[in-house]
T-cell receptor, first 114, second 110 residues
Framework: NAGVTQTPKFQVLKTGQSMTLQCAQD?????MYWYRQDPGMGLRLIYY???????DKGEVPNGYNVSRLNKREFSLRLESAAPSQTSVYFC?????????????FGSGTRLTVV | RKEVEQDPGPFNVPEGATVAFNCTYS??????FFWYRQDCRKEPKLLMS???SGNEDGRFTAQLNRASQYISLLIRDSKLSDSATYLCVVTEGGGFKTIFGAGTRLFVKA
């Protein structure tokens, strides 16, 4: 019963390098999300996928791309990393519907861009 | 004005104390409300939903005041294990627009 699995847990990149953050969930949820969390700020939505085959921009999508590979997997790509992308990244999937729902989060990826 | 505002704290309380957190939200059309708990360097986890009628889960009580647009969380008989950051979460449109507060830090001391 893994829930939401994110890899890697830690990463250091040089400015301009690219990388992909991987996320997989085994709960058969339709909706998946990528958030970033910075000190003193709430989680901010980068991209989300309401269902397999669809993706949409969130609040802070610039500098990122996503792929919903299948129902289980939702990856986040940084094409050319910048120091401003230093953050903790959380993947989440959403369970439930209408007024009864919630998020299950992965354990996070701590990314530092130098 | 932030869409969801919380007092960042920290709140430092002794074991056994009662502590209350408030959260205000700006969009009167917000539909659903939650409290999440986040331990240091961990992911957020759902603590409880918040309903207009108020709801209780053991030592935790959540209240919603739609007229004043605020949500509260009351923790009674605080335990050391309650030390964490508590996130106020507000959603609109069936969950696809979710706004997280920056969180309130709580330290419970022996």
């Amino acid at each position: 019963n893994a829930g939401v699995t994110q890899t890697p847990k830690f990463q250091v990149l040089k400015t301009g390098q690219s990388m992909t953050l991987q996320c997989a969930q085994d709960m058969n949820h339709n909706s998946m999300y990528w958030y970033r969390q910075d000190p003193g700020m709430g989680l901010r939505l980068i991209y989300y996928s309401a269902s397999e085959g669809t993706t949409d921009k969130g609040e802070v999508p610039n500098g990122y791309n996503v792929s919903r590979l299948n129902k289980r997997e939702f990856s986040l790509r940084l094409e050319s990393a910048a120091p401003s992308q230093t953050s903790v990244y959380f993947c989440a999937s959403m369970w439930g519907a209408r007024t009864t729902y919630g998020y299950t989060f992965g354990s996070g990826t701590r990314l530092t861009v130098v | 004005r932030k869409e969801v505002e919380q007092d960042p704290g920290p709140f430092n309380v002794p074991e056994g104390a009662t502590v209350a957190f408030n959260c205000t939200y700006s969009n009167s059309a917000s539909q659903s409300f939650f409290w999440y708990r986040q331990d240091c360097r961990k992911e957020p986890k759902l603590l409880m939903s918040v309903y207009s009628s108020g709801n209780e889960d053991g030592r935790f009580t959540a209240q919603l005041n739609r007229a004043s647009q605020y949500i509260s969380l009351l923790i009674r008989d605080s335990k050391l294990s309650d030390s964490a950051t508590y996130l106020c979460v507000v959603t609109e449109g069936g969950g696809f627009k979710t706004i997280f507060g920056a969180g309130t830090r709580l330290f419970v001391k022996a």
